[in-house]
C-alpha cells in the first residue's frame, strides 16, 4: 500500500515563519469586528480585533503550537495571540496543505518538556507522502466520513440542549404552585462568604476548598474533580465557613447563581471569597431550597438585585432577601423525589450522550489512521 509513497521530513514538505509580524497589540476583542485573531490551541479563535495591519493572508496555511505541537489549518485572513507558534507554509508541489494539516494530526509526540519543538524535533519528523492526485483522493474521502460524522456529533449535542431545556422545565413546573414565601434572612441562622487572601495556605492535600469552578449550571452537585485543597493555621480566619452537610452554596461573582448542595461525604471543606454559604434552620429542607434557587423562579428572585455596571455581583443581603417558598417537610420530600425522578432520566441519557460523543473523537482519529495507512 505505500509502494509509491515517498518520505520526507516534515521541514521539507513545510517552510515556517515566525508569527511576531502579526501579533495583535490590542486585546480589546469585539465580535462586531473583522479579523479574528487566532491561537494553535483548542480554543482556535480567542477573539475578533479591527486592527487593519499586520494581517497574514498567504493563505491557506497550518498554524503550531511550538510548545504543545497542536496545530490549526487556516483558510482565511488573521492575526494572532503571541510569538509562541509557528506559521506553516506547504511546498505544494509535494503536498497538499490540507493532506499534510491532517496527516499531522495523528503524530504522537511527548511534549511534555517546556520548550520550543518546531525547529530542532518536529520538522525532523519522517511522514510518507503519495502521488498529488491520491492524497486529493484522501482528502475528500476523510472530509466525506468527518461530513458525516460531525453530522452525528451535531445532532448530540442537539440532545444534550434539549435536555437542559427540560430540566429547567422539570424545576419550574415543580415550584410553580408555591405563592406563600420568606426572606431567606428568615429562615436561615447565618449567610456569609468565604474569607479573602486563602492562596497562602494552599497545599496538595487538607481541606478542600472550594471555588466557583466547583459549582455547576446544570445541577446542585458540586464538582470534586478539579479540587484544591489548604492546610490551615489553628487561628486561621475564616474557619466560621466550614461547611457543613447539607449547606447550601451560591456564587456570589462572575457566574453568578450556581447552586451546590453541600453532601454529606464533605468531610472538612471551606470556601473561597466568592461564594456565600445559605445555612437554613431547617436542614432537612437545604435540598428543595437548592433546587428552588436552581430554579428559574429561584434565579429570578436571586438575580434581580445583582449590582455593578460591569463586573456583577451579589451582596449578602441580596440573598438574605431573597424569597423562598414556605413548605412542610412533607411537601418538601414530594417535590425532591420527584424532581430526582425526572432529571435522573435526563442524567443517564446525557451520559449515553457523552460517551457517543468521546467514541465519536475516537472514530476520528481511527478514520485519519487509516487514512494515512492506504485503507481508505
Not at 293 to 312: F, I, M, P, V
Request: hydrophobic fraction near 40%.
Amino acid at each position: 500500500m505505500y509502494t509509491e509513497w515517498k518520505t520526507y521530513e516534515l521541514g521539507t514538505l513545510l517552510s515556517y515563519e515566525q508569527p511576531a509580524a502579526y501579533i495583535v497589540e490590542s486585546t480589546d476583542y469585539n465580535d462586531d469586528y473583522r479579523i479574528p485573531v487566532l491561537t494553535a490551541g483548542k480554543s482556535f479563535i480567542i477573539g475578533y480585533t479591527n486592527e487593519t495591519f499586520g494581517i497574514y493572508k498567504a493563505l491557506p496555511v497550518i498554524i503550531f503550537d511550538d510548545f504543545t505541537t497542536s496545530s490549526q489549518y487556516v483558510n482565511f485572513p488573521f492575526k494572532v495571540k503571541s510569538s509562541a507558534m509557528k506559521i506553516l507554509s506547504p511546498d505544494t508541489e509535494l503536498v497538499l496543505p490540507k493532506f499534510i494539516y491532517y496527516r499531522m494530526q495523528i503524530i504522537q509526540f511527548d511534549h511534555s518538556t517546556h520548550k520550543r519543538y518546531w525547529i530542532q524535533q518536529y520538522s525532523k519528523i519522517n511522514v510518507k507522502i503519495p502521488s498529488i492526485p491520491e492524497q486529493e483522493r484522501i482528502v475528500s474521502r476523510i472530509e466525506e466520513l468527518f461530513s458525516k460524522l460531525d453530522a452525528s456529533v451535531a445532532e448530540l449535542q442537539t440532545a444534550k440542549e434539549k435536555l437542559e431545556v427540560y430540566r429547567q422545565a422539570v424545576l419550574k413546573e415543580a415550584f410553580a404552585e408555591f405563592q406563600v414565601k420568606k426572606p431567606i434572612r428568615e429562615m436561615t441562622s447565618i449567610v456569609t462568604s468565604g474569607s479573602r487572601g486563602w492562596a497562602k495556605y494552599y497545599s496538595s492535600d487538607g481541606a478542600r476548598f472550594i471555588r466557583i469552578g466547583n459549582l455547576t449550571r446544570d445541577s446542585i452537585r458540586i464538582d470534586f474533580n478539579e479540587m484544591q485543597y489548604v492546610a490551615l493555621p489553628e487561628n486561621a480566619e475564616g474557619t466560621r465557613t466550614k461547611l457543613h452537610t447539607n449547606d447550601v452554596l451560591v456564587s456570589i461573582t462572575a457566574d453568578l447563581g450556581s447552586i451546590g448542595l453541600v453532601p454529606e461525604t464533605i468531610g472538612d471543606a471551606y470556601i473561597n471569597q466568592h461564594i456565600a454559604l445559605v445555612r437554613f434552620l431547617n436542614s432537612e429542607q437545604s435540598e428543595f431550597m437548592a433546587w428552588y434557587l436552581r430554579s428559574d423562579w429561584g434565579q429570578k428572585d436571586l438575580l434581580k438585585n445583582r449590582r455593578g455596571a460591569g463586573k456583577l455581583g451579589l451582596g449578602l443581603d441580596d440573598i438574605r432577601d431573597t424569597k423562598v417558598p414556605v413548605v412542610s417537610d412533607k411537601q418538601a420530600k414530594i417535590v425532591i423525589s420527584e424532581i430526582s425522578a425526572r432529571l435522573s432520566v435526563c442524567d443517564s441519557i446525557e451520559q449515553t450522550i457523552d460517551t457517543s460523543l468521546q467514541q465519536g473523537e475516537a472514530l476520528r482519529q481511527s478514520i485519519l489512521k487509516q487514512a494515512f495507512e492506504g485503507r481508505i
